[in-house]
């Protein structure tokens, strides 16, 4: 494959990273409703020009969004219950007890107590009332299950049985159960085709309102980021329903799982567990079930930020079983071919490679082999590497540039958790003056010669290390930090104004194009 510019990066932008989970909502977690509207408004009054989001389907335990029970699904805690009480679908007292939960953060225990039964019931009274579509969905309810019923119904069949078997993982259902058909559902108890419909009006209701948050998004002149990771749960409907992608054995249990070897972030690595690929057999279908799942990405974002990237070179097999990551061991990824095949399939996907962590040179040959922009983070200059690509004044224009990243500590938490010798350097180096804020960071990010540089919100808000939104490697207290529309208000005004005249400073606004100097000018 030759080399392949990332042709996409055209102009020079903003963004600002998010999570829905973050934003401000009522009913207990950030949601598609006026809390998201209002947020890109923000962004589309400062001029920045994405809004990059984690994955958006739903979590099991720990809550995480790289852990889903669907790769294709959308998290039902994102939906705006105030639109199925302004239905009739709902009642106030029905939702009080999730507006009684904390604006500040997530809560996800109560959360999880409270939340299904209401949706339950508004699934249920619309069932009763015999409606074909919600008010202002342009799809009726049985034209999104016919569009969409290659995944939603392995999908809702999924969920089903697991509320069934008592939230237990699908290796350990009855034989009969441990693989999906088509005819599964309907020889399945009442209770289970019951539940089945209620996640599938679930994901109707989601994409609905996605579809509408999108397209306020797109009038505003904002783009949307997306994630696309490149495991799934083992413990999902996608390996469920795809046993063949996987390295499983005959009873669903995997081979070997994920993880990387120890690192920036663990010193005993990170062992996430999920199922590896079989990429022989995935080579032999032409990687179709990747590209399928691509392109379904690509139908909710402008841009898809692909997750360890790396893996496609290289990836981290370690025993099914091991304690933790440290006695694995390095296999070779489907490479080159899985991008020919990809860029074959999606000649227009506007793909960011996370290229984060301890990469060798065939990682940086691939990215560049397959035109994909890699990611560089600011708080990686000083203290991480001693021949360090990650000093802002070696940013590549072909790149994207982070104050931090979800998995990053807060950039005033890192300030101000330097020791003395390297908090003297970035002092130096940000014009500090002996301040601890984020600003002049996001400033040195917006400078580079990066096309697009990427400001986590907590660092717009200046927040100190407990608004970090996930810490990898622990298990508990990630993925709550929300913050409010009295935080976003505070960004009103001068600050804003100043976001908005760097953005123009440093032609962020995404209005010129920009020739690529390095190739001689056309005459």
Excluded at 382 to 396: I, R, S, T
Aim: glycine share 10%.
């Amino acid at each position: 494959m030759e080399h392949h510019p990332a042709t996409w990066l055209t102009t020079r932008t903003a963004g600002v990273l998010a999570h829905v989970s973050s934003l401000p909502g009522a009913y207990g977690l950030g949601n598609l409703g006026s809390g998201a509207r209002a947020f890109i408004d923000f962004l589309a009054d400062a001029r920045v020009r994405y809004w990059q989001i984690c994955p958006i389907g739903p979590t099991g335990y720990g809550d995480s969004p790289y852990q889903l029970f669907s790769g294709r699904a959308g998290n039902p805690y994102f939906i705006d219950l105030g639109e199925l009480q302004a239905a009739g679908l709902l009642e106030a007292t029905e939702l009080a007890p999730l507006r009684a939960l904390p604006a500040g953060g997530a809560d996800y225990g109560r959360l999880y107590e409270s939340f299904w039964p209401v949706l339950a019931r508004a699934h249920d009274r619309f069932a009763a009332t015999g409606a074909e579509r919600l008010s202002g969905f342009e799809r009726s309810f049985r034209e999104f299950c016919r569009e969409h019923a290659g995944w939603l119904d392995p999908f809702a069949d999924f969920m089903a049985l697991k509320a069934h078997f008592g939230g237990q993982a699908w290796i350990t259902w009855p034989e009969a159960y441990r693989q999906w058909n088509g005819a599964l559902r309907a020889g399945a108890p009442e209770d289970i085709r019951r539940e089945a419909d209620r996640h599938a009006f679930y994901q109707y209701v989601f994409f609905g309102q996605w579809d509408r948050l999108r397209r306020h998004a797109t009038e505003r002149g904002v783009g949307i980021i997306g994630d696309v990771p490149i495991f799934v749960a083992l413990d999902s409907a996608d390996t469920w329903q795809n046993r063949a992608v996987f390295r499983l054995d005959a009873h669903g249990q995997p081979l070997a799982v994920a993880g990387v070897p120890p690192d920036y972030f663990s010193a005993s690595g990170q062992l996430w567990g999920n199922p590896l690929y079989n990429w022989e057999h995935l080579a032999h279908t032409g990687y179709a079930w990747w590209i399928d799942r691509l392109r379904a990405a690509f139908e909710l974002y402008d841009i898809i930020r692909l997750d360890h990237f790396r893996g496609f070179d290289t990836y981290w097999e370690i025993p099914a079983g091991a304690p933790d990551a440290r006695g694995g061991r390095w296999l070779k990824g489907p490479g080159r071919a899985f991008f020919h095949a990809v860029r074959a399939a999606l000649p227009d996907a506007r793909i960011i490679a996370e290229d984060l962590g301890y990469i060798g040179p065939g990682v940086v040959e691939l990215r560049r082999a397959a035109g994909l922009p890699g990611m560089k983070v600011l708080q990686f200059a000083y203290g991480h590497d001693a021949n360090n690509v990650n000093l802002p004044h070696f940013y590549p224009p072909d790149s994207v540039a982070y104050t931090g990243t979800h998995d990053n500590i807060t950039t005033r938490g890192w300030l101000e958790s330097l020791p003395p010798e390297i908090a003297a350097l970035v002092d130096d180096y940000y014009l500090l003056g002996g301040a601890r804020s984020a600003w002049p960071v996001i400033r040195a990010a917006l400078a580079t010669s990066s096309r697009l540089a990427v400001i986590p919100m907590q660092d717009l808000l200046d927040l100190p290390a407990t608004a970090t939104l996930n810490r990898p490697g622990t298990n508990e207290g990630n993925w709550q930090w929300r913050f409010t529309a009295a935080d976003l208000a505070s960004l009103a005004g001068k600050k804003t104004d100043t976001l908005r005249h760097w953005i123009k400073l440093y032609d962020r606004t995404g209005d010129r194009p920009l020739r690529d100097y390095s190739e001689p000018p056309e005459h």
